[in-house]
């Protein structure tokens, strides 16, 4: 069974830092992409970006050059350092695998940027 756990979101002041991870099991992790979402209330879940088996990363324009996905095949952990944290930054993020629709989402885990 896929089980997603996020963690390490929380309250930030705008131009902090947070590093998120994203703990799996249930499917082997180092056969699939994986990205990182998030969803602002009230308003539909995006992607923000995704890393291949091999570690080759993609980013959505609304954090490029302020987020870095990674993965870590031996420990079947995902991550997500995102720099320079704004205001509009605030959501619940979430990792998934794209592509996986029938997989559960994971609780997600908040970030909150304000001062």
């Known amino acids: 069974q896929v089980q997603l756990v996020e963690s390490g979101g929380g309250l930030v002041q705008p131009g902090g830092s947070l590093r998120l991870s994203c703990t799996t099991s249930?499917?082997?992790?180092?056969?699939?992409?994986m990205a990182w979402y998030r969803q602002v209330s009230g308003k539909q879940r995006e992607l923000i970006a995704d890393?291949?088996?091999?570690?080759?990363?993609n980013y959505a324009d609304s954090m490029k050059g302020r987020v870095t996905i990674s993965r870590d095949n031996r420990k079947n952990m995902a991550w997500l350092q995102m720099d320079n944290l704004k205001a509009e930054d605030t959501a619940v993020y979430y990792c998934?695998?794209?592509?996986?629709?029938?997989?559960?989402w994971g609780q997600g885990t908040q970030v909150t940027v304000d001062d």
């Open positions: 249930g499917f082997h992790f180092g056969f699939y992409t």
């Open positions: 998934h695998r794209p592509l996986f629709a029938d997989d559960p």
């Open positions: 890393v291949d088996v091999a570690g080759g990363a």
